[in-house]
């Protein structure tokens, strides 16, 4: 008995020190990756109704069916996708998280770690550490998470928060500004899931932990 609760703190320690994603982590992770994809999905069938280039989406890819369809899913996933990105945003300041994870970000490291990733040299060893380039891909994607919100709103409520549609340059601008944050955040999505099919026990953090 004695020797059993002796080691129970060691084993905690080992426990914690494996851990490589927090539980709210993963929860926030896979809440934003579900309302992520009905937000593009249902952005590129209100796209169709009036596209911005010269181009359209395959309805097999989008989501709602017509216009008016596609708003509805974009407007229920908006939430969860709004109020999933603000506890992240607040727990990861709070716990300091953003500033241990994803700072400092140095123009030498990111050039490094570039060229070490491209000879194939970049050691996915230690996963509670970033590279540089996962950190400049992160943050950023932060950043454009919070621009594709605002450039929404600004385009959805333009009357009430003409504040916000004029500092986008106007509902035009705002609508380019929200469609090329889309773009921005797709091709995230595909570097991600292909990096995170290629490194498995990252994937696996990110399901289980550890
Ligand atoms: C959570 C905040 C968001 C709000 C309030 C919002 C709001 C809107 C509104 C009102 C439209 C219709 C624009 C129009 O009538 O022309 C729209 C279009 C669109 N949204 Fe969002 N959106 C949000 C987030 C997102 C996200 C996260 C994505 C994808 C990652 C996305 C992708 C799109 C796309 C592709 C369009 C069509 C672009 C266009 O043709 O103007 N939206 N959004």
Known sequence: MSSLTATEPRADATTAAKTIQPAWVRVLHWVNAFAMVLMIMSGW?????SPLFDFRFSSSITLGGWLAGALLWHFAAMWILMVNGLIYLALGFATGRFRKKLLPITPEGVIADTRAALTGKLSHEDLTKYNYVQKLLYAGVIVVGVLIVLSGLSIWKPVQLQWLTALFG??????YVHFICMALIVAFIAVHVALALLVPKSLRAMIIGR
């Open 170 to 175: 106007g509902y035009d601008a705002a609508r």
């Open 45 to 49: 069938q209100i796209y169709n109704a």
